[in-house]
C-alpha cells in the first residue's frame, strides 16, 4: 500500500541523491515547477504544433499549446477538489505541510507538460518514427547493433516516454519535483514487458526508455511507488487526474473546434453537450447568446464543470484501491457522463479526426518525418558503418545538426543507441514548421530564404 506522505514527497529530481529542497515565502516547489516548464523552450515549441486541425486562417483551433494550457486549468481544479479531501482524511499531511493548493499546482504543473514529448504532426508522427524504424530500409539498418529492448524503443515511438526523457535529461531536463515527474507518468513501464495486462489502463503504453528506466526507478523508490512485477509500477494516483483532464480538454474542445470548422452540425454538438448536463440543461436559456461561437462557449465551461465534479466524485470513491494498485481505469470511463463522452469520441472519429484537412496534415507528416529521418540516419550510417559510401552530401547533411550533438565515438564496436536516441530527439523536437522547411531544403524543394 502506498502512502500519500510519501507521494508528495517535494524534493527535485535528482539520480544521483535525494535532497529536500529549501522552501521560499512566496512559491511552493510545485508553483516553482509550474514555472519553470511555462518558460521553458519545449514548452513554447508546443505553440507550433498542431493539436487535430491545421491552423486556419479564419478561425481559431486549439494547438498543443493552448491545448495544454486549458488541461492545466482543468487539472488544476480537480487537484485542488481532491487535495481538499485528501488533506481532511489524512491528517499527516498537515503536519508535512501539504495544501490542497499544493495538490492542485502539482496536478497543473503535469498537465501542463502532458504533450511536451509528442513529435510534430501530432500522433502520426509517433507512428511516422516508428514506422521509420520497422519498415524503412534505413530505419531497420540498425537492428543488428542494438538490444530487442532498444529496439522496441526505436520501434515504438512513445510521446510520453519522450516527454520523461526531456524532463529528466541531465542537460537540458527542468529539475522537477518528483510528485509532478510521477503525476506526469501515466504509464509507468517500458516499452517491452514480459506480459501487458489489458485491463491495466497504466500499461496501454509506455512512459520511459530502456536508458531512462533508473531514472525512474530512483523516482519510484524516493516515492514509494509499489511495483506491480519486474516490469511496471503501480500509478502515482494523480496521475488518473491529470489523464482525467487531458481526457476532458480533448473531447469537449476537440468537438468544439470540429462544430467551428463546420464539420459537425451546431445542434449535434449541443445535443451531445446537453448530454453531459443532464438536468441542468435549459436549451432555451441559449437563445439569449447571439452567436454559435458565444452558445459553444457557455456550453463547453459547463460541461466541463460538470465533468470536473463527476471525476473528483469518482476519485474519492476510488483513491484506496489506486493506493493498493487494485483501481487501474481512466476516471472518465466510470463517471455518470461516461456514455455521453464515448458517443462524443466515436462522433469524433467518424467526424473530425478522419475529416480531409486532418487526414492531408497526417500524410504530410508521414512523408516529412521519413524524409528527414531517412537522410540523416543515412548518412550516420555511411559515417559509422557503410565508411565507402561516406560521400560529401552526407557530410553536408551532418553538417545540419544541431549544436552538441553526440558526433564522436561510434563504429562497429560501439551500440548506436544513444546515437538513434539523440537523433529522434531532434526531429521529434521540431515544431510542424520547423520540421517542413528543413525536409523541403534537405530534399532540395526550397533553399533557404525562399
Known sequence: MMHWKDLLTAGRFDPTRFQKENQESIRTSFERDYDRIIFSAPFRNLQDKTQVFPLPEHHFVHTRLTHSLEVSSVGRSLGKSAGEYLIHKYPDLEPANVTANDIGAIVAAA?????IGNPPFGHAGEVAISDFFKYHPYGYIWQPHVSTQEWSDLCNFEG???????????????????????????????????????????????????????????????????????????????AFL??????????????????????????????????????K??????????????????????????????????????????????????????IPSAKALAEIANLSVEKIYRSTPVLEKEAAGFQVLEG?????????????YQTELYSGKDKSILRLLPEGFPLEGWGEQVNPYPLLRALVDFISGMTDKYALSLYRRVKGISLPGT
Not at 498537465?111 to 504533450?115: E, I, K, N, P, V
Not at 489523464?243 to 480538454?249: G, K, L, P, S, T
Not at 463547453?300 to 474519492?316: D, N, P, S, T
Open 111 to 115: 498537465a501542463l507538460t502532458h504533450d
Open 160 to 238: 510520453n516516454a519522450q516527454g520523461f526523457r526531456m524532463l529528466v535529461s541531465n542537460k537540458n531536463g527542468l529539475l522537477l519535483s518528483y510528485a509532478t515527474l510521477a503525476a506526469f507518468t501515466k504509464y509507468p513501464r517500458p516499452s517491452l514487458i514480459f506480459e501487458k495486462d489489458k485491463k491495466r489502463r497504466s500499461q496501454k503504453k509506455f512512459g520511459f526508455f530502456i536508458d531512462q528506466q533508473k531514472d525512474f526507478e530512483h523516482l519510484a523508490n524516493v516515492l514509494g511507488l509499489t511495483k506491480i512485477n519486474s516490469d511496471a509500477w503501480i500509478r502515482h494516483p494523480l
Open 242 to 279: 491529470v489523464e482525467a483532464a487531458d481526457d476532458i480538454c480533448y473531447s469537449i474542445i476537440d468537438l468544439e473546434d470540429g462544430s467551428t470548422l463546420g464539420l459537425v452540425g451546431m445542434e449535434q454538438t449541443i445535443s451531445l453537450l446537453g448530454q453531459i448536463l443532464g438536468d
Open 281 to 334: 440543461f435549459q436549451p432555451g436559456k441559449l437563445e439569449k447568446y447571439g452567436s454559435d461561437a458565444q452558445k459553444l462557449a457557455i456550453l463547453r465551461a459547463m460541461a466541463i464543470g460538470q465533468l470536473v465534479e463527476e471525476c473528483v466524485e469518482a476519485f474519492k470513491d476510488k483513491e484506496e484501491e489506486m493506493l493498493s494498485g487494485t483501481f487501474d481505469q481512466a476516471l472518465t470511463d466510470i
Open 372 to 384: 528527414l529521418l531517412e537522410v540523416f540516419s543515412k548518412a550516420l550510417n555511411h559515417k559509422y
